[in-house]
């Protein structure tokens, strides 16, 4: 059995058990999941859908779309979510990379969407809005309630997601039916994941962590899900005494310690903590104890891979640290410039390999062959050491990554809307030290002489061309760039110079 649709409802519970709740009260079983989705996987293939063909998908989070989701999944298509937060000029881009079959928007966009000459070549610009509704719906309500899932490889696709990288436009990462079942396998047994969990669901459904960990998780476990529109600490704080688990990012954390409510009594039901997509500090962990006695057990990921490591479920979940690699994936520390591996204790680049290691780059076959060692190791670019017990450190990462709220900003793009403005030198973007974000976007810039720019106005230009995670917190204006003797910026002299911008 290969197909990530089948290796998942292979474990389905039965069909009267309640897969989703939402706040309002919606609720969803199993049986519901199965039909739904053979529903919409008819109206998928009716529009022209298929095997290998792309949908792109930028949607607010309803439980239709995680519907949506496995639907394209089971017509054989490669699934290709979208940050809601992109803008018009971004998934012009994505469209004309992808090609994808079918687009499937908010309908307050759809008739923009389908103006863009990069639509084209696209077969049906579908339409679904937060509260489930939309015209794909209403398709796939004429077609049964049955559908026999399309045939699949372990090697074929199941999505492309896009990451950023330090230079040139986003890529798409290449996930496999295999990727993102075995990583989903491996989580249910490394977590102790089982049908009587109920996960507090209030991560994206764009982003691998929301998407792939939690809810593939949950599915491959017959658990359930409370299903949140987004983070809001009260409404969490409100759900505990009803779950046993929760996934985030340290910003949940944060403000949760922030709330007068947290303490052990909320929590008494509650069996994992979990935390990723950005690094936990060492004091939010210890306060996150303090206060309700349980210890965060935080992972280390990428979209390229999947979850990569895991501090113990039972054991030391040592705070700084992200564990030690998952079952089936092999980690390595080695020097960046020769690739030889390095012994325990010493700083270098992670590579991986393992069933959870994507494809490669979407139409990038020589960004795809240098990323990868002959021997089929990925470079993650990340930096990290391992420490004598075996647990292994981030340490930083190679290409000046920055990593905000769980997402990847390259400094690239934002320097380059910032230097096209009129009376603008030149940029630098810089990534710092944010008690919730984990890493805050901030630039450092140089104007013309004579010339004044306000900070605000830097960011209101901004606003109109990039996705709100990308924008920088704070802007500061300088009357030259540090540069090191061969002409480079040095943006380590720029992150130690405003390091404490943000407490």
Request: with cysteine; glycine share 8%.
């Amino acid at each position: 059995m290969t197909s990530l649709y089948d290796r998942i409802a292979a474990r389905f519970p039965d069909p009267a058990k309640t897969f989703l709740t939402t706040l309002e009260g919606r609720a969803f079983t199993y049986g519901d999941l199965e039909s739904e989705s053979a529903r919409m996987a008819g109206a998928l293939v009716d529009l022209g859908v298929r095997p290998g063909d792309r949908v792109a998908v930028q949607v607010q989070k309803s439980p239709e779309a995680l519907i949506l989701y496995l639907a394209c999944v089971r017509a054989g298509a490669a699934y290709l979510p979208l940050n809601t937060a992109y803008t018009l000029a971004e998934l012009a881009y994505f469209i004309s990379d992808a090609e994808p079959a079918v687009v499937v928007v908010d309908p307050a966009v759809r008739d923009q969407v389908a103006a863009l000459p990069e639509a084209g070549g696209v077969a049906s610009v579908e339409t679904l809005d937060q509260a489930g509704r939309g015209s794909i719906v209403d398709r796939a309500t004429g077609f049964p309630a049955t559908f026999a899932t399309v045939p699949r490889a372990a090697d074929d696709l199941a999505a492309i997601l896009y990451t950023s990288g330090t230079t040139g436009r986003s890529k798409g990462a290449m996930l496999t039916q295999q990727n993102l079942a075995s990583n989903a396998e491996v989580l249910v047994d490394s977590w102790r994941f089982t049908g009587d969990d109920v996960l507090i669901h209030a991560l994206p459904i764009y982003h691998t962590h929301g998407l792939f960990v939690a809810t593939n998780t949950v599915l491959m476990a017959g658990g359930s899900l409370l299903f949140l529109p987004k983070f809001d600490a009260d409404t969490v704080l409100d759900l505990m005494p009803q779950a046993t688990a929760m996934m985030g990012v340290p910003t949940f954390y944060t403000r949760l310690i922030d709330s007068p409510r947290l303490d052990r009594d909320v929590t008494r039901s509650m069996r994992l903590f979990t935390s990723g997509s950005a690094p936990l500090l060492a004091e939010t962990h210890r306060a996150f104890e303090e206060k309700t006695g349980h210890r965060i057990l935080e992972r280390y990921g990428m979209t390229e891979t999947n979850m990569n490591t895991s501090n113990p479920y039972e054991g030391e979940r040592r705070a700084g640290t992200v564990g030690f690699p998952l079952p089936g994936v092999d980690l390595r520390i080695v020097n960046p410039d020769s690739g030889a591996e390095l012994p325990d204790g010493e700083i270098g680049v992670i590579e991986v390999k393992g069933p959870n290691v994507f494809k490669g780059y979407w139409r990038m076959p020589e960004k795809t062959a240098a990323e990868f060692r002959p021997d089929g190791y990925f470079i993650t670019g990340d930096v990290s050491f391992i420490d004598p017990d075996g647990y292994v450190h981030i340490v930083g990462r190679a290409k000046d990554l920055i990593i905000s709220g769980g997402f990847n900003v390259y400094p690239k793009e934002v320097e380059s809307e910032i230097d096209d403005m009129e009376g603008v030198v030149e940029s630098a973007v810089i990534g710092l030290p944010h008690r919730d974000f984990g890493e805050g976007v901030t630039a450092v810039v140089v104007c013309e002489k004579g010339v004044v720019l306000e900070e605000e106005h830097v960011k209101a230009r901004l606003k109109e061309r990039l996705a709100a995670y990308k924008l920088p917190k704070r802007v500061f204006f300088v009357e030259e760039l540090p540069r090191n003797t061969m002409g480079k910026v040095q943006k380590n002299v720029l992150r130690e110079s405003y390091a404490d911008t943000y407490g």
